[in-house]
């Protein structure tokens, strides 16, 4: 579905509840105001609602924004609030929780008219939030690489690439909007949101104060269920990502690479270093006329072709085993199924300790020598030497799901001849196998990136089946069925 193909559905559902409000419940005061409050009400719970399916999706995303304003920060006038971010970063799960469930109930109360005030006020604080985000990630393409976004006189020609934030996530993984795209979309919403505040006495209110009170009293309630559902319990009800079951990674993986590789240049954007004046050649005139166009006097760009599939997480799909070794191909070409423990982060926490090792001291004999001819070392002494080692100590609580949990599945399915591998990230080879030792896992740990991780799986951890390259299906880890039930569903065993 495409933004615009959403935007008219959501206003012919205006249109309707338009038409409910002045001839039913003659309750309009301006078709114009009814209208808007309709529009704009259902665009925020629609909004709210494609989040609130997946609230780890939009913690994700404010990590990624929060990382991007302490940096920027850090390096400018505003030094003072870079260590704020940390902090929010540390409970974007929280903040988005409050953003989303804020979203959804404030555009319940414009369509209802609940406290017109108050939701007038709210939703022009809440959209020019929204173009403050949108409207930085789609600035920072102007920003080159090692300069900060409040340098405005080192700023260049557009470049996607400069962009750190790649998407807004105003839709989830619903609808990907381009950040351009999301940027006048709440410039355009700051029209109504200024006639809300200029003409609140003429948005419409439906029923009596009381039942529009428990109405957004009940959907409250609700939100927070359907919200406690998707992120403690259970994977999102609806599954908006690339990874989902069904999902064949290898072929969409092949074909996203193909697409890649398909695109061709047609044109190159020239920069003059000293004037600043920009010409595109077309790329036969450019390769015919390169001479013309010495790099100590020009930048170069190259314009092409958009790929015919667009690219998702599935092309950045890579297993590594704990030396470095890519272990992609081999997963993806099995023919046997396989589950995969996903793993996002292991949780514990880090000190040191001061421990007490034996330093020998040797020296070297040089009228002895061995069988081979070597000097021999003789002992000159063994000294106590004290050092800072490292300690993790493995959260319990996440210790304990593998214990009770994933271990026993993981035994029956080897019992069933299933192979079973976790795949970890953010951590180094001596850190899994301290882990593997405190969790007593027997099955072979992997590495991967910690968003890929975190795209495939929002539960950590969690189990998916796959087989020659495929999802077959996903599991929660409060969710995971037993074994046996799995192979009788999914293995036909």
């Known amino acids: 579905m495409t933004l615009g193909t959403m935007l008219m559905m959501i206003a012919a559902v205006a249109i309707a509840l338009t038409l409910l409000t002045g001839f039913v419940l003659k309750a309009k005061k301006s078709w114009l105001m009814t209208f808007l409050q309709h529009f704009c009400g259902s665009l925020f719970i629609w909004s709210g609602y494609v989040k609130a399916v997946d609230p780890m999706g939009t913690a994700i995303k404010m990590e990624q924004y929060f990382a ?29 929780l409050f953003i989303i469930l804020f979203e959804i109930i404030l555009g319940l109360f414009v369509v209802l008219g609940i406290k017109p005030k108050f939701s007038a006020w709210s939703f022009m604080i809440l959209v020019v939030f929204f173009t403050v985000l949108t409207g930085y990630t789609y600035l920072t393409g102007y920003v080159p690489s090692g300069v900060n976004f409040f340098d405005f006189g080192q700023w260049a020609d557009y470049k996607s690439t400069n962009m750190k934030v790649t998407d807004c996530g105003c839709f989830g993984d619903f609808i990907k909007l381009e950040p351009k795209v999301s940027f006048f979309k709440d410039l355009f ?84 270093k000293k004037t600043g004046k920009v010409i595109e050649v077309p790329f036969d005139q450019f390769l015919k006329e390169i001479a013309k166009y010495p790099s100590e006097q020009y930048d170069f760009d190259q314009i092409k072709t958009e790929p015919a599939i667009k690219k998702t997480k599935i092309s950045e799909f890579a297993i590594y085993d704990t030396d470095g070794n890519e272990f992609t191909e081999d997963l993806l070409n099995a023919q046997k199924p396989i589950f995969l423990i996903i793993v996002p982060k292991l949780y514990g926490s880090t000190s040191s300790e001061n421990t007490v090792v034996q330093d020998t001291v040797w020296t070297i004999d040089s009228t002895k020598t061995d069988a081979d001819g070597q000097f021999q070392k003789s002992v000159v002494a063994i000294n106590k030497v004290t050092q800072d080692q490292k300690v993790i100590v493995w959260d319990p609580q996440f210790v304990d799901i593998f214990g009770k949990t994933i271990n026993p599945f993981v035994e029956d399915a080897e019992k069933g001849g299933v192979k079973t591998l976790a795949v970890v990230a953010g951590a180094n080879k001596s850190d899994i196998e301290d882990f593997r030792h405190t969790a007593q896992a027997s099955y072979p740990f992997f590495t991967a990136d910690d968003v890929l991780l975190k795209t495939i799986m929002r539960s950590n951890p969690g189990v998916v089946l796959i087989q020659n390259g495929k999802i077959i299906q996903k599991w929660h880890f409060r969710k995971l069925p037993t074994f046996a039930e799995v192979n009788k569903e999914y293995l036909g065993k």
């Open 189 to 272: 919403l700051l029209i109504p949101a200024f006639y809300f505040l200029l003409r609140r006495r003429e948005m419409h209110q439906l029923f009596t104060p009381m039942i529009r009170n428990v109405i957004a009293a009940f959907v409250f309630i609700a939100l927070c269920l359907f919200t406690y559902r998707n992120t403690v319990m259970d994977e999102p009800i609806q599954d908006f990502r690339p990874f989902k079951a069904g999902v064949n990674i290898r072929e969409v993986k092949a074909k996203e690479e193909e697409a890649e590789n398909a695109v061709k240049i047609i044109a190159y954007k020239l920069t003059d």
């Open 68 to 96: 991007e304003f302490e940096q920027t920060a850090s390096d400018s006038f505003l030094t003072f609030l870079a260590p704020v971010f940390p902090f929010l970063s540390s409970h974007s799960l929280a903040f988005s």
